[in-house]
């Protein structure tokens, strides 16, 4: 599976991004998904989840709310809307794919994509 972020971009804070993730590869229908980010300095942090099914949705819970995670395997593809964007939502957006259940462990996931720049101005 290859995997292709794509949406990232400048916005002022309260703005709002969806980014999407294009996976190539009959198998991304079988994989759970997952959103991370990486802000400048600091690790790649688990961001949102999603079953390969597309029923169950997992989020880190500051997140919970003004992030939502969606997948359309119809297209092969899956999106996070991200709103009420804030300067600390700021970094590197990237997917990836994971064989089980949605993880928050970067170790879990087999599959990335390169990332999307996600720039929230104040």
């Known amino acids: 599976v290859q995997l292709q972020a794509s949406g990232g971009g400048l916005v002022q804070a309260g703005g709002f991004l969806r980014l999407s993730c294009a996976a190539s590869?009959?198998?991304?229908?079988?994989?759970?998904m997952g959103w991370f980010r990486q802000a400048p300095g600091k690790e790649r942090e688990f961001v949102a989840g999603v079953t390969w099914t597309g029923e169950k949705k997992y989020y880190v819970d500051y997140l919970k709310g003004r992030f939502t995670i969606d997948r359309d395997n119809s297209k092969n593809t899956v999106y996070l809307q991200m709103n009420s964007l804030k300067p600390d939502d700021t970094g590197v957006y990237f997917c990836a794919g994971c064989p089980t259940i949605p993880s928050r462990d970067l170790k879990s996931y087999d599959y990335w994509g390169q990332g999307t720049l996600v720039t929230v101005s104040s």
């Open positions: 590869g009959r198998a991304f229908s079988s994989y759970a």
